[in-house]
């Protein structure tokens, strides 16, 4: 199983970023899909998801209007559109889904919200 997120960078306030999440090992049409943050010296927090079937998706309060989560199961890729974007976004996001009780994530991108 290996997920691998891409896409982070610098950018500034109000401007737009989209992340990718590669997935393997897996069959990505099954899962819910996730997107996590973890800012400096904070706990890591769940910003949006998007469930297999239906794609029904849920997204924090702090991110709502702001940020898309969406999928491609043919491609095997979850992503994250980023509108908006605002200093305390700034923070590493992590893709994530949950099996057999066993919490799988990628290693990360940074994303840096600065002028």
């Known amino acids: 199983v290996q997920l691998v997120e891409s896409g982070g960078g610098l950018v500034q306030p109000g401007g737009s970023l989209r992340l990718s999440c590669a997935a393997s090992?897996?069959?990505?049409?099954?899962?819910?899909m996730s997107w996590y943050r973890q800012a400096p010296g904070k706990e890591r927090e769940l910003v949006a998801g998007?469930?297999?079937?239906?794609?029904?998706?849920n997204y924090a309060d702090s991110v709502k209007g702001r940020f898309t989560i969406s999928r491609d199961n043919a491609k095997n890729t979850v992503y994250l559109q980023m509108n908006s974007l605002k200093a305390e976004d700034t923070a590493v996001y992590y893709c994530?889904?949950?099996?057999?009780?066993?919490?799988?994530w990628g290693q990360g991108t940074q994303v840096t919200v600065s002028s």
């Open positions: 998007i469930t297999n079937i239906r794609e029904i998706t």
């Open positions: 090992g897996f069959t990505l049409s099954s899962y819910t």
């Open positions: 994530h889904f949950r099996r057999w009780n066993t919490d799988f």
